[in-house]
């Protein structure tokens, strides 16, 4: 039989990006040789890389590219030589922007897992953070940040204000079909996952949330009756993350909600340079490590790229269905976190000097252990 082949559009980016890639490539390649799937890559421009090769931060070869393959992989772009006070010069993040927007990605999934070896990087205590292990699914692409905006100066409110009149607005405004497709997104992750979605609006005072908590339940109902649901209010979803992070598993809510709730989530871990994130919507899908360039450690091999290789984990599980390669990765990381092996960034007093390891180094020793 032949085998199974996928075409996966790489993008490196700039500061650390091509040495985190390369050791996301290589735990890609070593699963497709156990798994006998072959997985073609093709490295394409983005970000800084881009503008400095073809004055755009994404050229249209790379959108063409990424169109037409399976799934993308990014590793991040960005860094202070493309920093420009100038508001016409092209900035490496439109790069990023750009690729979501063309690939119409509108939902967001973030993954927040504790290992067990780096509980102690949490700021949490131990009990606490023991088996948290969810994700965070955040509409992408409407709700407040798209709506409509102004700011005006109101001749009413000038004189009452002592001369001050400006006035602001933002909307929030969703369409029933926006709601239904991210809720569709999440009970599809849960029933991946244990089962469970917790719905997080602002029912008590929103008529978007009014509208959103109804779809989600009409989507459940028809379509996944099975998936345990229940619905928590923003602020005191913000409490719980804290006090038992472990009873979450999926966590869907709009645009903004997600925005702060995925960045609170992240830091339960305290480890930046371990999170993946997917951006999913009804064609090719993005997986990227969540993390910026860091400029400040590039070309020295000492990054992490446990977050690019976990980016892998959720490719392989999102866009291939292949969720037992997918559970080796998962597992390997796992295991050579438990055996002390660590990069510098989450190296801590008790690591022996020994068991420091660079990137190229730490992608060998999960390969080793996949
Ligand atoms: P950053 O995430 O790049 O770095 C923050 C800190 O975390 C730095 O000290 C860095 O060394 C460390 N760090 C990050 N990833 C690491 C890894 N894999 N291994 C070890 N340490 C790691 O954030 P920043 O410094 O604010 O931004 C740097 C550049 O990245 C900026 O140009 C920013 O715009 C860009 N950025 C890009 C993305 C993206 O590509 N998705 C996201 C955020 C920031």
């Known amino acids: 039989m032949a085998k199974a082949t996928y075409r996966v559009c ?6 650390i990006g091509p040495e985190i890639m390369a050791e996301g490539k290589k735990v890609l390649a070593a699963v497709g040789e156990k798994a006998g799937v072959d997985f073609v890559c093709e490295d394409h421009l983005i970000g800084g890389a881009a503008i400095d090769t073809c004055g755009s931060p994404l050229p249209d070869s790379t959108l063409d590219a990424a169109k037409a393959s399976n799934a993308v992989l990014l590793a991040s772009v960005g ?11 092209p900035r490496p993040e439109q790069g990023l922007l750009g690729i979501r927007k063309g690939l119409g990605l509108y939902t967001n999934l973030r993954p927040v897992k504790i290992y067990d070896a780096l509980a102690g990087a949490s700021t949490l205590r131990p009990e606490v953070i023991k088996g948290v292990d969810l994700v965070i699914v955040r509409e992408l692409t409407g709700g407040l940040y798209f709506g409509r905006r102004e700011r005006f100066y109101d001749e009413a409110g000038a004189g009452a204000n002592g001369g001050r009149g400006q006035r602001a607005y933002d909307t929030m405004e969703y369409r029933e079909y926006e709601v239904e497709r991210i809720a569709r997104k999440a009970f599809e992750a849960a029933r991946k996952r244990r089962n469970k979605v917790t719905s997080v609006d602002k029912r008590n005072v929103l008529e978007t ?5 109804e779809v989600v339940h009409r989507v459940h109902d028809e379509e996944f009756p099975e998936v345990e649901l229940e619905d928590l209010l923003v602020d005191n979803t913000a409490m719980q993350l804290i006090n038992r992070p472990a ?4 966590v869907v809510t709009e645009n903004m909600f997600g925005d702060i709730l995925s960045d609170e989530a992240a830091q339960i871990t305290g480890s930046l340079g371990m999170l993946a994130s997917a951006s999913l919507g009804d064609g090719v899908s993005l997986f990227e490590p969540s993390a910026g360039s860091a400029p400040d450690i590039a070309g020295k091999d000492i990054a992490n790229p446990l977050a690019q290789i976990l980016s892998v984990e959720l490719m392989l599980r999102y866009s291939f269905q292949m969720d037992e ?3 080796w990765v998962a597992n390997a990381v796992r295991s050579v976190l438990d055996d002390g092996w660590r990069t510098v960034d989450i190296a801590d007093d008790a690591t022996p000097a020994d068991h420091v390891l660079g990137c190229t180094a730490m992608g060998d020793k999960v390969v080793e252990y996949l």
């Open 247 to 250: 009873d979450f598993d999926v």
């Open 325 to 327: 390669q997918a559970d």
């Open 79 to 89: 860094g202070p030589k493309w920093d420009s006070t100038d508001p016409n010069a």
């Open 209 to 213: 949330s009014r509208m959103w908590r």
């Open 10 to 15: 790489t993008l490196p980016g700039d500061g």
